[in-house]
C-alpha cells in the first residue's frame, strides 16, 4: 500500500468509447503525476499538476485529457483512442519544493488495452 | 543517446549474490531516484539521493556527482528481488524527472 490508488487497475475499450482513469493520494502531497509505460520503451511523463494547476503537459495528443478538481484527485479521461495507446498508465504523488520533484509514490497502475 | 543509461539491461544471478546495477546521465540533477518495479505494475520509490550513500536494508545506493554516476547494490540476493530497477533523475530546471530504460533483475533459488 503507498497511499496513491488508481482505479481501475484493468480497461479494454474500443477506440470509439469513452472512458476515464482515476488516481487518489492521501499523502498531502502537492503534486500529482501522470505517466505512460509501453512495452520496452522508459517511463514517460505525460502530465504534472502542482496545487490543481497543470504545469506541464508532455506534448500528449488530445485524446487524452487530465483533470485534477483538488489536490487529492486526479483523472485522466480518455476517448477515440488507437490501439497504439495501449500500455500501463501510472498516476504518481510528491511533495515539490522548489525545483524538486521530491520522492515519488505511485499507484499501481491501470493497464489499457485499445481493441 | 539517453540522457540516462542503464546497465546491464538484464541480470541473471543465483540466490545470495551480490548485485550492482549502474546508472549514468548526462544532465544536471537534483536528485536521483532508484525505483522498483514488481511484475504487477506498481512502482516503489527505494532511494532518492543528491550525494553520498544511502542504505536500506540489503540495499545500497551511491551516487558520485563528479562523474555523473549511480550505483544501486543488493547484497545477500533473494528470488523476491527479482524486479525491475529504475533509475531516474530531477532534471535541474526542467522539474521532471527523466527515465532509464530499467534492469531486468532475476534471482534463481
Known amino acids: 500500500e503507498t497511499g496513491v490508488t488508481q482505479t481501475p487497475r484493468h480497461l479494454v475499450m474500443g477506440m470509439t468509447n469513452k472512458k476515464s482513469l482515476k488516481c487518489e493520494q492521501h499523502?498531502?502531497?502537492?503534486?500529482m503525476y501522470w505517466y505512460k509505460q509501453s512495452a520496452k520503451k522508459p517511463l514517460e511523463l505525460m502530465f504534472v499538476?502542482?496545487?490543481?494547476?497543470?504545469?506541464e503537459n508532455n506534448s500528449v495528443p488530445s485524446r487524452f485529457s487530465p483533470e485534477c478538481p483538488n489536490s487529492s484527485h486526479l483523472f485522466l479521461h480518455l476517448h477515440t483512442l488507437q490501439p497504439e495507446d495501449s500500455a500501463l498508465y501510472l498516476c504518481?504523488?510528491?511533495?515539490?519544493?522548489?525545483?524538486?520533484?521530491?520522492?515519488?509514490?505511485f499507484g499501481e497502475g491501470s493497464r489499457l488495452t485499445v481493441l | 543517446k539517453n540522457e540516462v543509461e542503464q546497465s546491464p539491461q538484464n541480470l541473471t544471478a543465483q540466490e545470495g549474490e551480490f548485485i550492482t546495477i549502474n546508472c549514468s546521465y548526462s544532465?544536471?540533477?537534483?536528485?536521483l531516484h532508484w525505483l522498483q518495479q514488481h511484475p504487477g505494475g506498481g512502482i516503489v520509490s527505494l532511494f532518492m539521493?543528491?550525494?553520498g550513500k544511502k542504505k536500506h536494508g540489503r540495499l545500497i545506493a551511491t551516487i558520485n556527482i563528479q562523474e555523473k554516476h549511480s550505483s544501486l547494490h543488493i547484497t545477500a540476493s533473494h528470488p523476491r528481488d527479482s524486479a525491475v530497477y529504475i533509475c531516474?533523475?530531477?532534471?535541474?530546471?526542467?522539474?521532471?524527472?527523466?527515465f532509464g530504460q530499467g534492469t531486468r533483475l532475476t534471482i534463481n533459488p
Open positions: 504518481a504523488s510528491s511533495y515539490r519544493t522548489g525545483g524538486n520533484t521530491g520522492e515519488l509514490f
Open positions: 499523502l498531502g502531497h502537492n503534486a
Open positions: 499538476y502542482n496545487f490543481k494547476e497543470q504545469t
Open positions: 544532465v544536471g540533477i537534483s536528485a
Open positions: 539521493l543528491s550525494s
Open positions: 531516474a533523475v530531477g532534471v535541474v530546471g526542467a522539474q521532471k524527472l527523466v
